[in-house]
């Protein structure tokens, strides 16, 4: 009977070394997740930040590209118009076929 109760005692401690362990596995992966999600939203953050300033970029770029084609078709109406004609002549034939 004492080598029953004794066996008993021996699972019960390993039951609660068992759980100790389960429970210290858990809090690990809880501190892995925080940690993997601060990085992710730093990361996010930074790209954010990044593709606008990119956007504003290629808008201010657009901006001045629309300028100078503004005064180039101001400085030479007819060759623009010639230009666009010609442009319009070759799409309106490639669609054709």
């Known amino acids: 009977m004492k080598e029953q109760f004794k066996r008993n005692d021996i699972i019960e401690e390993e039951k609660e070394k068992f759980?100790?362990?389960g429970s210290d596995l858990a809090s690990d992966f809880g501190r892995l997740g925080?940690?993997?999600k601060e990085?992710?939203?730093?990361t996010l953050g930074a790209v954010k930040e990044d593709l606008s300033d990119l956007y504003q970029e290629g808008q201010?770029?657009?901006?001045?590209?629309?300028?100078?084609?503004?005064?180039?078709?101001?400085?030479?109406?007819m060759r623009a118009l010639f230009i666009a004609a010609g442009i319009g002549l070759v799409i309106g034939l490639m669609k054709r076929k």
């Open 60 to 77: 201010k770029k657009f901006a001045e590209v629309g300028g100078q084609l503004e005064n180039r078709i101001r400085s030479h109406p």
């Open 19 to 21: 759980k100790d362990i």
């Open 34 to 36: 925080k940690a993997t």
């Open 39 to 42: 990085a992710a939203s730093d």
